[in-house]
Nanobody, 128 residues
Framework: QVQLVESGGGLVQAGGSLRVSCAAS????????MGWFRQAPGKEREFVAR????????YYTDSVKGRFTVSRDNAKNTVYLQMSSLKPEDAAVYYC?????????????????????WGQGTQVTVSS
């Protein structure tokens, strides 16, 4: 069992930076790949980034490559999403999610149904 709690969302101006965090409980966390998704009002939940259990193999959706960085600190049971050069279209509720290690192929990374645990989300607002 893994419980996830996001934090760090807020209001930022376009072009600014923000780091959101995801604190996990449960020893199983360290064996899970961790993903970040976002959902804007009226839109489907969208994959943003993923990192594997050891902190390697970061993977991003094209729209955030070069601007966002996903990382994790297993000693702190925390996953981070550093967001830079934010755009108004990045505004959304950001969710972290834990993915079972059986889904090792990138073909699964962007599929919400292949994540076992979800946080409650944190709101990111970007003003233009």
């Amino acid at each position: 069992q893994v419980q996830l709690v996001e934090s760090g969302g807020g209001l930022v101006q376009a072009g600014g930076s923000l780091r959101v965090s995801c604190a996990a409980s449960g020893r199983a966390f360290r064996s899970y790949g961790m993903g970040w998704f976002r959902q804007a009002p009226g839109k489907e939940r969208e994959f943003v980034a993923r990192i594997n259990w050891s902190g390697g193999s970061p993977y991003y959706t094209d729209s955030v490559k070069g601007r966002f960085t996903v990382s994790r600190d297993n000693a702190k049971n925390t996953v981070y999403l550093q967001m830079s050069s934010l755009k108004p279209e990045d505004a959304a509720v950001y969710y972290c999610a834990a993915q079972s290690p059986q889904y090792y192929s990138p073909s699964y990374y962007g599929l919400p149904g292949h994540y076992d645990y979800w946080g409650q989300g944190t709101q990111v607002t970007v003003s233009s």
